[in-house]
């Protein structure tokens, strides 16, 4: 199965009102061309993306959801992030794709076609949470480079695919493997084959996780191209940048994975706590394991005017990394006191838990709903912005909306 | 002698016939391939078609750098002192989205200019290099924001 990027993707007629004309002739234009006009091309038909997606950077695609589009209980296609690093591969042929396992620690190098993964290995399908690690930077002060990501950098899709355990056991690794790194089909920005984008992984611990998949399908459909088609390596609760598309390779490795991204500063926070704006050391930065506790109000989109004495019924969703969410708030008085919300169980580990709540304000006037997740481990997210760091990642501050009455 | 007059005069017509056909033929094809060029038959209307390329040529060519209220349309940067030198030098390899949705202070712009030089094959700046710097430590220079800022341009609407 080949897939032709822009042939498949985009219809004559896309072409047209994209161009603001008519394309004379198109029924004589070859298969898989792309006029020259449509270098500037709409990423919201391309990628299949809602109309209320904010691009943040086309070169590379960089788009995020709104709090309010993230609403489903699984996020749909058109209404997931996109964080890529480079360019996206172009031609993919999954029916000759392969993924070598290899490395210092594996016991000997090892190749799988698709058909054989899927054939070979049990299947599974788990709603994960993938946020983005730089979810949240815009609102650092002193501002951090990179993109300036709001609230919309985090879906929690349904994935299938082989667990990534069952087959390091059929490779066989070695004693001495201390983390795995994924190398992928993406192309670098300056073009140079010889750079990867991004080249990053995970401890072996995180590895033999149940969940933590070589997945094939997205919400039972194959991985849409931008979420890294054929193949994405999926470690749910983990920066989403540890979730590799387009996998070629996975290097199981006696050191840390010392790939793009996993040094210096990328996806480090200081190990220890540091003023804003202060300078740290490469060497007194560390690399980000599990997302820290979080929560999103999908309903009411903010700025909803009700009459006096309406109630709201408010809902989203809360996740917390590795663990799971203990326990719901909100507060309609800026924090001074807390109700509690309805909270669901996940529906996997992993996975983001759903919450609810009948909200009555007391009087008319200008009003914010804040919401506050607090993990199994008694760790509740901050009103203010959390430790500032250098790159901007994890911030996890309370998310709010603006409720007007009367 | 009347047999050969009258073939000759059957020759005759049907060589007629078959060249009017022919012509015929010739002039449909003619205008069903002139379709397929130009289905709107636009060069017989009576707009005279050379001044319309003309003018599209021109828009097209004002536009590319156009500027409006102060913003470089093409690229959404600033307009201002340095500006083209940074749309050559900074858009090759990223969007100019990444540039200016970031703020910095001109030394953390110089790092990062430092940064893409070891990192992402940026090439040597040379004097362009203080024109790039001076254009972005202006324009694109971090605010105050404080610890947690109010919740601004929210679309109001009424729910029911």
């Known amino acids: ?406 | 002698m009347e047999q050969p007059n009258k073939f000759k005069e059957s020759a005759a017509l049907i060589r007629k016939l078959s060249v009017t056909l022919f012509v015929f033929f010739i002039a449909i094809a003619g205008i069903l391939v002139y379709l397929m060029v130009d289905p709107s038959l636009s060069a017989f209307s009576s707009k005279p078609e050379t001044t319309l390329t003309v003018l599209e040529t021109n828009e097209i060519k004002d536009d590319f750098d156009a500027i409006e209220d102060g913003i470089h349309l093409r690229t959404g940067f600033i307009a201002d002192d340095g500006l083209m030198t940074v749309v050559n030098n900074c858009t090759n390899c990223h969007s100019a989205k990444l540039v200016t949705q970031n703020r910095m202070t001109k030394e953390g712009w110089s790092a990062t200019i430092k940064w893409m030089q070891e990192t992402q094959n940026l090439w040597d700046l040379g004097d362009n290099e203080v024109i790039i710097l001076n254009y972005l430590a202006k324009n694109y220079a971090p605010e105050q924001k404080g610890r947690r800022e109010n919740l601004t341009n929210i679309e109001w609407y009424t729910l029911n």
């Open chain 1, 1 to 406: 199965m080949k897939r032709r990027f822009f042939a498949k993707n985009i219809g004559l007629a896309t072409m047209s009102s994209i161009l603001g004309a008519k394309i004379v002739q198109g029924n004589f234009m070859p298969e898989g061309y792309t006029p020259l006009g449509l270098q500037d091309q709409d990423p919201f038909s391309l990628f299949d993306k809602n109309k209320e997606m904010v691009v943040l950077n086309d070169k590379p695609w960089n788009i995020e959801a709104k709090a309010h589009l993230l609403d489903d209980a699984i996020t749909p296609n058109k209404n997931m992030f996109i964080r890529n690093n480079g360019k996206l591969p172009v031609n993919i042929d999954a029916d000759s794709w392969k993924i070598t396992f290899n490395g210092e620690s594996v016991v000997q190098e090892k190749s799988f076609s698709l058909n054989d993964l899927k054939k070979q290995f049990k299947q599974y399908t788990y709603q994960l949470t993938l946020e983005c690690g730089g979810n949240g930077r815009a609102e650092f002060n002193p501002p951090a480079k990179g993109n300036q990501w709001t609230v919309g950098a985090v879906h929690c899709a349904k994935w299938t695919g082989v667990r990534l355990k069952d087959v390091l056991q059929a490779v066989g690794i070695k004693d001495d493997a201390v983390y795995i790194g994924y190398h992928a089909a993406d192309v670098h920005l300056s073009g140079n084959p010889e750079k990867e984008p991004i080249s990053r992984g995970v401890p072996i611990a995180k590895a033999l996780q149940d969940e933590t998949l070589l997945a094939f399908k997205m919400n039972g459909e194959d991985i849409p191209l931008a979420h890294g088609f054929p193949l994405r390596l999926v470690c749910g609760g983990w920066p989403a940048s540890t979730s590799g598309k387009w996998l070629t390779e996975i290097s199981v490795r006696n050191i840390v994975h010392d790939g793009a991204k996993m040094t210096g500063t990328a996806y480090r926070v200081p190990c220890k706590p540091v003023a804003p704006g202060a300078k740290v050391k490469d060497e007194d930065m560390c690399i980000i394991e599990s997302m820290p506790v979080k929560s999103l109000i999908t309903y009411p989109k903010t700025g909803a005017m009700l009459k006096k004495e309406q109630s709201l019924t408010i809902r989203g969703h809360a996740w917390a990394g590795e663990l799971e969410v203990a326990k719901m708030e909100y507060s309609i008085d800026f924090g001074a006191t807390w109700k509690l919300c309805k909270l669901n169980k996940p529906s996997n580990r992993l996975a983001w838990q759903h919450f609810s709540a009948m909200v009555d304000f007391p009087e008319t006037g200008y009003y914010e709903v804040w919401a506050k997740a607090t993990d199994t481990n008694g760790v509740s997210q901050p009103m203010l912005l959390p430790g500032w760091n250098p790159k901007g990642y994890l911030n996890n501050a309370c998310h709010r909306i603006a409720v007007k009455i009367g």
